[in-house]
């Protein structure tokens, strides 16, 4: 007979995966972004509490799964499962935010019990690479809306499957952890963590990063994101079928050549670079790793628990790093990341005892169902991308026109729910001919990955598109247009003394009786850390509605200007341009607005009609949507 508790340890490890990543991605923007927006509670106070679960959590749970790495993997396990199908009743709101708390929190916890107790490592490895590779399938078949935030009836009951499943895997699971300190597994291997959190956050389970490097329709990205999530199951496969050596050697090459490719997000190197980045972890995670001092459940704990904690730190600085105007880089945060691969695959060269070649695979029953999915996925999301009815913009019915501006703050809303329709269908309810939104998020991890300008352009009917990176090159501000863009331009602004965060979009538009319309879009430092940086960037804007003036060409300014640092960030404006706005307009936060941030400047040709700012909750912040005219020769 076969001995299938490795096997079950890898389900096991792939189901708590699932739910602590979609757990993980209610949590973080509830903590991050919510809280400090609707309670009393300071962007600083919501970052400890994000500190003390994602940083020390772990690291207070390593002794216990060192000491009962059974009983706590069976008891986070079960909680995990019951906290992610409470947020499948409610994804939003107070209770959302302490399930998600409490289903992060147990999900890391189980999976460093798994990491301490697992009597073979290389099963609970590729385990979790599985649950990654599920997670961001079901993300590219039900798209990010689906199986999380608004769960139709088949992601429903696929999630409510999972669940079953999960909680079936973990008491098999249970059979494959040790319940004392002996052991023949290494520590050292479980730093696999750290390369395969962090990259696995940006890189390889971000499908907007690969529409950003190129353009490609919705289901050419379908298909690239699984061929990438593909890629790593199999390289975990194939690795026993090399020796320990040239799998760890090749898995730390892809890893690092594959994370530099991906990282600028451009043309064809943004596509094959996940995917290399991917087999690399994957190759990684299905090395067997002997060693002739095996490490005790502890000491595994310790470990896994160290590994989490620093991808966590990196994610965070990474993420928060640009509004906090830390001095940081993104991109070497994640190159230090794919750096780490390098003293696995030394020790994995230096181990005394080096593993034969296994003759065939045995992988486990869930990874031909991911492998079969993943090709439907891509087929089907193909499918269905290619016969989505495209919609028409409106035609134009008279002179004056409609421009807006919103934060869209990700698409997050002040219940912590990601749904950026509701933001979308706002806009759309007033007509909107131009819209510049900020906080525009084409790829990041909380989101899953996913693009949010195909969707605006689908719900708003706005065909011309242009996107300026600012935080990262997926995220940042856009231009959604009825009328054909004419120019366009991004120019950096200052930005304090880390890479700059900061930039604005310029473009002429051409209307329907062919004049020319300037618009510039921006979004301005606001956090207390970078706020001095606010009227130099005011400076520059200025700088570009001069030139677009010189031109004779009529202006207008959307974007997010920031609570004023003194009265001279608007008075930077002038007399080229005038706020469009009402005395005493205010639109942060949205539940109870007491700044004024959007703002609406327009040049001494152009003339407001109607001003609205219509109360939402879908944002933090209120937009502002302003139908203006030109001004005659008379007026």
């Not at 799964?65 to 706590?72: S, T």
């Not at 939104?437 to 990041?444: E, I, K, L, Q």
């Amino acid at each position: 007979m076969t001995d299938d508790r490795p096997r079950s340890a890898a389900l096991g490890a792939a189901l708590v995966t699932v739910v602590t990543v979609e757990s993980l991605r209610v949590f973080l923007p509830a903590t991050l972004v919510v809280l400090p927006a609707t309670t009393v509670l300071s962007s600083t106070t919501a970052l400890l509490i994000v500190a003390a679960v994602l940083l020390l959590l772990p690291l207070l749970a390593a002794p216990v799964a060192g000491a009962r790495p059974r009983q706590l993997w069976v008891g986070a396990g079960g909680l995990a499962a019951v906290a992610r199908g409470t947020l499948l009743v409610d994804p939003g709101g107070t209770l959302a935010l302490v399930a998600a708390g409490v289903g992060t929190a147990a999900g890391l916890t189980a999976l460093i019990a798994l990491a301490a107790g697992a009597r073979s490592a290389r099963p609970a490895r590729v385990g979790i690479l599985i649950g990654f590779a599920v997670e961001a399938l079901l993300r590219t078949v039900f798209s990010t809306l689906g199986p999380l935030w608004s769960p139709t009836p088949l992601a429903a009951l696929t999630t409510i499957g999972l669940l079953v499943a999960l909680v079936a895997g973990i008491g098999r699971g249970a059979d494959d952890l040790s319940v004392g300190r002996a052991g023949g597994q290494a520590a050292w291997p479980w730093w696999w963590l750290l390369p395969a959190l962090t990259l696995t956050g940006v890189v390889t389970s971000a499908p907007g990063r690969i529409a950003v490097a190129t353009g490609w329709s919705p289901g050419q990205v379908a298909a690239a994101a699984a061929t990438t999530q593909v890629a790593a199951v199999l390289a975990a496969l194939l690795a026993p079928r090399v020796t320990p050596r040239s799998a760890v050697i090749l898995g730390a090459g892809l890893t690092l050549v594959g994370t530099t490719a991906a990282l600028p997000a451009v043309g064809w190197p943004g596509v094959l670079g996940p995917i290399a980045a991917a087999a690399g972890i994957g190759a990684l995670a299905g090395t067997e790793t002997g060693s002739a001092t095996p490490s005790g459940t502890r000491r595994r704990g310790l470990v896994a628990a160290a590994a989490i904690a620093s991808a966590h730190g990196l994610l965070l600085l990474y993420y928060l790093g640009p509004p906090l105007g830390l001095p940081v880089h993104d991109r070497l945060l994640l190159l230090l990341a794919a750096s780490t691969t390098i003293p696995l695959a030394l020790g994995v060269l230096r181990a005394a005892r080096l593993v034969p070649t296994r003759p065939r695979l045995q992988p486990v029953p869930a990874v031909r169902s991911v492998l079969l999915g993943a090709a439907a996925i891509a087929l089907v999301t193909a499918v269905v991308s290619a016969t989505s009815p495209t919609i028409a913009p409106p035609p134009a019915e008279h002179a004056e026109l409609t421009v807006a501006t919103y934060q869209l703050n990700a698409g997050f809303g002040v219940d912590g729910r990601y749904e950026p329709r509701r933001q979308a269908a706002l806009l759309r309810d007033h007509a909107v001919d131009v819209v510049v939104v900020t906080g525009v998020d084409r790829g990041w991890w909380l989101t899953g990955g996913q693009d949010l300008l195909p969707l605006f352009t689908d719900e708003l009917g706005l065909e011309h598109v242009r996107f300026a990176r600012a935080a990262d090159e997926v995220h940042g501000h856009a231009l959604l247009s009825r009328f054909p863009i004419a120019e366009f331009g991004v120019e950096t602004l200052p930005g304090g003394p880390g890479p700059s965060t900061h930039s604005l979009l310029a473009a002429v538009l051409e209307l329907d009786d062919g004049s020319p319309l300037g618009v510039v879009g921006t979004e301005l430092a606001s956090t207390p850390n970078t706020r001095v940086w606010q009227l130099p960037q005011a400076r520059a804007v200025a700088g570009t509605v001069a030139r677009l003036r010189e031109r004779t060409v009529p202006t207008v300014l959307l974007g997010d200007l920031g609570p004023p640092a003194d009265s001279t960030t608007l008075e930077s404006f002038e007399p080229l341009l005038d706020s469009a706005l009402p005395e005493g307009a205010r639109t942060f936060p949205s539940p109870a607005p007491r700044e004024l941030r959007a703002q609406v400047l327009l040049s001494p040709d152009l003339r407001r009609s109607t001003v609205t700012i219509p109360s939402s909750e879908a944002s933090t912040h209120l937009p502002v949507i302003v139908t203006v005219e030109r001004r005659s020769s008379g007026d």
